[in-house]
């Protein structure tokens, strides 16, 4: 099966170091837990434009340190035994050279492929996820964002939303939620 994963808070676990990036650079106190939408500065205030560059520093000063999500390097590994894994992001493509080495150096090669939609870009078209799955004809994507994974299971995919504050709606057929790698792995094996 051709699986695609999403990577920041899938395969990375990356809304905790940007909110402690945030906290340190503005002094505040926010947590993980506090943030009900993918929409940044709908939770700490602001701009979207502000937020997109407060984003733009983050990755260039902690882009290369993110830690992978608990579970993640173990479950590409399994389950990259009997599937072909790619991952599908919304990173910027200025960061695209980082990201490559980042996935290269935490999960040794198993994913083949990025793709990236370059959404709340400085610069450059975005892209739905959903063009990438149909295009690449993913069977499955593991996705963190709701309205992506709404958007992916509206051309066939299967999606699994992994769990998160800011994805608390109900899914639609075809999107099952679950709760960490380890769920995502005993549902595929």
């Known amino acids: ?19 402690e990036h945030y906290n340190r650079n503005f002094g505040s106190n926010f947590r993980r837990d506090d943030f009900r939408t993918c929409n940044f500065w709908e939770t700490w205030g602001g701009t979207r434009e502000e937020t997109v560059g407060i984003l733009y520093d983050f990755m260039n000063e902690r882009g290369d ?6 579970g993640a390097v173990n479950g590409v590994r399994k389950l990259s035994e009997k599937h072909k ?25 198993l994913i083949k492929e990025v793709y990236f939609t370059n959404a709340y870009a400085k610069r450059g078209e975005a892209f739905k996820k959903s063009v990438f799955v149909r295009e690449k004809g993913v069977e499955l994507i593991v996705e963190d964002h709701f309205d992506y994974a709404c958007d992916c299971v509206a051309v066939g995919a299967k999606v699994f939303l992994l769990d998160c504050p800011w994805n608390q709606e109900l899914p639609p057929v075809g999107v099952t939620r679950v709760y960490s790698w380890y769920d995502i792995v005993d549902r595929l094996m």
């Open 1 to 19: 099966m051709l699986i695609a994963l999403d990577i920041d808070e899938v395969l990375a676990d990356t809304v905790n170091e940007v909110v």
């Open 65 to 70: 340190d993110i830690l992978p999500k608990k």
């Open 85 to 109: 894994l790619i991952s599908i992001t919304s990173r910027q493509n200025d960061f695209e050279e980082q990201t490559r080495r980042w996935l290269e150096r935490n999960f040794d090669g």
